[in-house]
């Protein structure tokens, strides 16, 4: 689904909130002067969070009160192919947003290596050469695999673990399914798992380390053999809270008893929770060894970090990990409040929370809180500092850092009641600027109080003292901004087109390739989604007064989609030579019009020669469209095509390049001018 429409849908269920709070009660302003503070006790850490609950516990029941309209308990809930000759001169790797900071992803590489994560296991393959492409080995995790680290011959893989809770935390007919006002917990709590696999041995992989935190993962980071990893957790709720009254139809059909009751229980619950000791809230990690022993990762106290600023209860956890000394386990540094973008450079990392209002109420704007933290310790992620901007920050494209200065685009909404009583909320974009100053302070040093009138960001993109931002309502502007002033940024010029670039790539100095979605406009001028297609663009941005698009290419029907569009490690820009064009790899999938409907999907690589003077052009495609993959057991199972996701490229000695297509059912290999020609397919055994 198009991000403007995801966009359009959270503002209309926003729209529909009514405000219910607490008789006396205002929703907490913004903090102009956020700060976090060292916890200075575990009884001072206990007070704050059993504080926090309380307050959540309480604005969740009073909405009941205002929103009983249902009479029961809300449940929330050509020619001859080449042969690669030697090692690879060049290979793709993982696309990241800032040199010599790795990003996690499901596949790796390193030239003769590929690493896939698929379902529940880890497979080992051998790439070079591209003709004798196999799959050397495989190893069963725990959990639900995600993404990993490669650092020489350990391989870092970070798992989810889903757990049915009990208590507090569960969603039972009286259980807490909800964390807070507007705030729901989901159906169990996960644990983040950090596998460390040696794989120097691709037929034999093996496991030797495993750590076990609490939490979910929001996004990882790797500098040299340091991997930082921030969690995200719900707290545990006592097990005997209740979120709203036994139901009583005698009850909920009146609403002045049924306020009563909930009075009462708010007056039971808050006894609960202050009774509540802070290891009932935080669970404590573990940590196996080799040799099968466990040892508890308790927290310390002094580990935590208490903000000033109104955040939902809750636990943002920076997780380090040093791949070189395994014996030293996980440092952590942990915040009570709630995860939001993350962003790093090799020296510090960033965390973007979201401003809490509890309740929505006339005239309130999004506002985002940023805590910056110092990563010159290997062992654990120092505070630094932190500061706040308007709006909300889309992706960590968003942020950037350069000579001490934290630049960051924001999409903004203000929100006015409406005469039906629902909210509004005005869109908007800026840009701030930060720096640090005394004590601990990121002070607002520049900004620009509009990048385009009425429009979000789709896409932002920093290149040295020059930003580059997208927005989009009914058509795309490409706005440039000049940075080279960080107390006074401006904006340049904005070129205008139909639809809108959801990714934006620097292939040199003055160029950028975009991709994102055309969308014509009708003759009433709004846009045309029946018509809507992926777009490639690429960009000349040498003039910031004259950016101009001097190639376009159209991939595809409405059907049409790319992970590429929505997730940047799917973007394979791959340029070994810059004196010749480069190469651009996407996954890419559609449906064709056929009968039987089934057979028209469509999922392939498809490559695209970039040349920045002013052109795109198709190289050809890799696909897997012929393999199927099984699944379910006993007598009943179904087949399906699978989804190519990521791309490699690499390139011999002699300069032919070589591209390989990875999806859950194996890797195939083929020659860039034979893309049609397989050298090599490596399935995924499925037992």
């Not at 932002?460 to 309502?473: K, Q």
């Not at 049409?560 to 490690?569: G, I, K, P, R, T």
Request: glycine fraction near 10%; include cysteine; charged fraction near 20%.
């Amino acid at each position: 689904m198009p991000r403007s429409l995801l966009i359009l849908l959270a503002l209309l269920a926003c729209a529909k909130q009514k405000a219910a709070h607490p008789a006396g009660e205002v929703p907490a302003p913004v903090q102009k002067s956020v700060a976090l503070q060292r916890a200075a006790s575990c009884q001072d850490l206990t007070q704050n969070v059993q504080d926090a609950a309380v307050r959540q516990m309480r604005l969740q029941l009073e909405d009941q009160k205002s929103n009983n309209d249902w009479g029961g308990p809300m449940y929330a809930g050509g020619g001859a192919t080449p042969s690669a000759a030697g090692a690879p001169s060049s290979y793709s790797t993982t696309n990241t947003q800032v040199a010599g900071v790795d990003e996690a992803d499901f596949v790796k590489n390193d030239g003769t290596r590929i690493f896939v994560l698929s379902g529940t296991r880890l497979f080992t393959a051998k790439s070079w050469p591209p003709a004798d492409l196999a799959v050397a080995g495989k190893l069963d995790l725990e959990g639900w695999p995600g993404s990993m680290f490669l650092d020489q011959n350990q391989v870092a893989v970070i798992s989810s673990i889903w757990a049915q809770p009990t208590g507090g935390g569960s969603f039972s007919p009286n259980g807490g399914g909800v964390c807070g006002f507007g705030a729901m917990c989901g159906w169990g709590s996960t644990t983040t798992k950090i596998t460390v696999v040696d794989v120097s041995d691709l037929s034999n992989p093996k496991v030797t380390s495993e750590v076990y935190l609490p939490g979910s993962p929001q996004g990882a980071r790797r500098v040299g053999s340091s991997v930082r990893l921030v969690l995200s957790d719900n707290v545990r709720w006592p097990d005997q809270l209740r979120w709203w009254p036994d139901y009583d139809p005698a009850v909920y059909q009146d609403k002045a008893k049924l306020a009563q009751a909930i009075d009462t229980l708010e007056n039971t619950n808050e006894a609960l929770i202050r009774a509540t000791p802070l290891s009932q809230w935080f669970p404590d990690g573990k940590r196996k060894l080799p040799d099968g022993t466990v040892l508890e990762l308790g927290y310390q106290c002094s580990d935590f970090y208490v903000a000033n600023s109104p955040e939902r209860l809750g636990l943002v956890t920076i997780a380090t990990l040093d791949l070189s000394h395994l014996d030293r386990g996980v440092g952590r540094s942990s915040i009570v409040g709630e995860a939001g973008v993350l962003y790093a450079t090799q020296a510090h990392l960033y965390v973007a929370s979201r401003h809490w209002w509890w309740w929505a109420s006339e005239g309130q704007r999004d506002w985002t809180y940023v805590h910056e933290f110092d990563l010159s310790s290997p062992d654990r992620a120092g505070y630094l500092g932190s500061g706040g901007v308007e709006g909300t920050v889309g992706d960590s494209f968003a942020m950037d850092e350069k000579k001490g200065f934290l630049r960051i685009a924001t999409s903004t909404s203000t929100w006015t009641r409406d005469p039906k009583g629902g909210f509004h909320g005005d869109a908007g974009s800026r840009l701030a600027v930060l720096a640090p100053a005394a004590g601990g302070v990121l002070e607002l040093v520049g900004e620009l109080p509009e990048l385009v009138k009425g429009e979000r960001l789709t896409a932002m993109r920093f290149l040295g003292d020059r930003g580059f931002a997208v927005t989009f309502r009914n058509v795309d502007p490409l706005a440039t901004l000049d940075l080279s002033d960080p107390t006074h940024p401006r904006k340049v010029a904005e070129l205008t087109l139909p639809g809108f670039s959801t990714f934006l790539q620097p292939i040199d100095s003055t160029h950028l390739l975009a991709i994102g979605e055309d969308v014509p406009l009708d003759t009433a001028g709004h846009p045309d989604w029946s018509k809507r297609v992926v777009s490639l663009s690429l960009f000349d941005i040498g003039d910031l007064a004259q950016p101009r698009r001097t190639a376009q290419s159209l991939i595809g029907t409405s059907s049409a989609y790319s992970e590429a569009l929505w997730d940047h490690h799917a973007f394979n820009w791959y340029r070994p030579d810059p004196a010749k064009p480069g190469l651009l790899a996407i996954p890419f999938s559609d449906w064709k019009n056929t009968t039987p409907w089934y057979d028209g999907f469509i999922s392939d690589v498809r490559v695209y020669s970039v040349d920045p003077a002013g052109s795109i052009a198709a190289v050809g495609a890799l696909g897997m469209n012929e393999l199927y993959i099984q699944q379910g057991s006993g007598d009943w199972s179904w087949f399906y095509r699978p989804w190519v996701r990521r791309s490699v490229m690499a390139t011999d000695q002699q300069g032919s390049t070589f591209v390989y297509a990875v999806s859950d059912a194996g890797l195939r290999a083929a020659a860039l001018d034979h893309l049609d020609t397989p050298l090599a397919t490596a399935l995924f055994p499925r037992q």
